[in-house]
């Protein structure tokens, strides 16, 4: 049983309406029970002075980037939150400069966090307004918009086009992602705080993915691996290992079912964010008849005919060396 | 040639962001390996794969030096890069700890 604290981050670039957000959730009888950090950037904050709450004590404030000082922080600021307790679930909002990777990296690895929280989901707000130029800008942005369960398109009663050009901009990024509107704030607490996608319905998303784009420049794309035939779980591991190598800080994220020759009934599920993953986890069978192993891969410089090639490369020397007699 | 051996070290070059721009790939003299050129057109590394008792291997031979053995693809694209770009960033897979640490 997963008793761990449901936590999600909230990210979007500067004006992109997440304090907007946060203010009108907490308004809300369903944002009940929520601790809501904050993470300013800058030397005085002004975030949380335009975020009134009933429980001051629920709200952490911090100041300084925090993906630029996450050693320890973010457990010191969870540890203080659970001893004052009261709460069942987690929001953390990020400065809008910030590059969740690492806040991510962290809820994963750091021991305590851990075993306290889960993170469910990862929103990013855009605004449909300023979205489509800051998107094509600003690369802090874009590696927000990567690493998103669900996109949160605000300010769309701003523009003409009902936010059609900004929804343009995230799919180019983001085909498989998530997309709602969220206007003045106004959206219903459940889009934050329940996986996006849950257990592995995103895998369904995978067939609006083209599976043969071919992309060399630095524009971060996501694309998608499938295999018909079970991988050793070494090939598995190695290939991982491979991605972290050779594509470095241009892997942004991996998800994945994998089909493996051990264990061919249960899949693995596959989550990581750039070179930092979730201990692999078996589910009792397969979600569908579709039992190929199917992999999702976001960055940048991306070549997937290199990657399927990788891949199946390293497949073949496993197999040709567990085969030797 | 290995076409394969040749597709892997092209799209490696280009993930490391230097095919085409400090390095190129050609066949090497003896067209049995592929040779990886800097921008002035000398062999900076020559890559074959072949067969051994323990399977694949790949030849890599950089510059002047002595020619090396690795024993798969991915240990040959760390030695690889390690010499041709020392400087790039290299993430190492870390698996979190999950519920019970």
């Known amino acids: ?325 | 040639m290995d076409d394969t051996a040749q597709a892997i070290l092209r799209g490696a070059l280009r993930a490391w962001g230097t095919l085409n721009d400090s390095m190129f790939l050609t066949l090497d003299d003896t067209r049995e390996a592929t040779a990886i050129r800097d921008a002035a057109g000398h062999v900076i590394a020559s890559v074959r794969r072949q067969t051994s008792p323990l399977g694949w291997v790949w030849s890599v031979r950089l510059g002047d030096r002595r020619e090396r053995l690795l024993p798969s693809v991915v240990t040959a694209l760390r030695y690889l890069r390690s010499h041709l770009c020392p400087e790039r960033a290299v993430g190492q897979v870390l698996f979190g700890p999950g519920e019970h640490p």
Not at chain 1, 64 to 72: I, K
Not at chain 1, 302 to 312: K, P, Y
């Open chain 1, 1 to 325: 049983m997963n008793t761990r604290l449901p936590l999600t981050v909230l990210t979007g670039f500067l004006g992109s309406g997440k304090t907007t957000l946060v203010r009108a959730l907490l308004r809300q009888p369903g944002f009940q029970r929520t601790a809501v950090i904050i993470n300013e950037f800058g030397e005085i904050g002004l975030d949380h002075d335009l975020i009134a709450s009933s429980r001051e004590d629920l709200m952490a404030l911090r100041t300084g980037c925090l993906c630029c000082a996450m050693h320890g922080e973010l457990a010191e600021t969870v540890q203080r939150l659970m001893a004052v307790g009261g709460f069942d679930r987690l929001l953390l909002e990020t400065s809008g400069l910030a590059d969740p990777t690492p806040i991510l990296q962290t809820a994963i690895v750091d021991p305590y966090l851990a075993a306290t929280v889960d993170l469910t989901t990862v929103v990013v707000t855009v605004d449909a307004l300023h979205g489509p130029p800051v998107l094509q800008e600003h690369d802090a942005a874009r590696r927000q918009v990567a690493l998103a369960d669900r996109v949160l398109l605000t300010k769309t009663d701003l523009v003409t086009d009902s936010g059609a050009q900004a929804t343009q901009a995230v799919r180019a990024l983001r085909p498989d992602v998530l997309l709602s509107p969220s206007i003045h704030g106004n959206v219903a607490p459940h889009l934050l705080f329940t996986p996006a996608m849950p257990s592995t319905d995103w895998l369904a998303l995978l067939h609006a993915l083209p599976t043969a784009r071919h992309t060399h420049d630095a524009t971060i794309t996501t694309v998608s691996l499938r295999l018909d035939t079970p991988l050793h779980a070494v090939t598995l591991t190695l290939f991982l290992q491979a991605l972290a190598e050779n594509c470095g800080p241009d892997l942004l994220r991996v998800k994945g079912l994998v089909a493996l020759r051990e264990s061919p009934e249960t899949p693995a599920v596959v989550h990581g964010v750039q070179h930092v993953f979730y201990p692999v986890t078996w589910l009792d069978g397969w979600p569908s008849e579709d039992h190929t192993t199917r992999l999702v891969l976001i960055g940048r410089r991306f070549d997937v005919e290199w990657l399927a090639l990788l891949l199946h490369t390293i497949e073949a020397e496993v197999a040709q060396a567990t085969s030797l007699p």
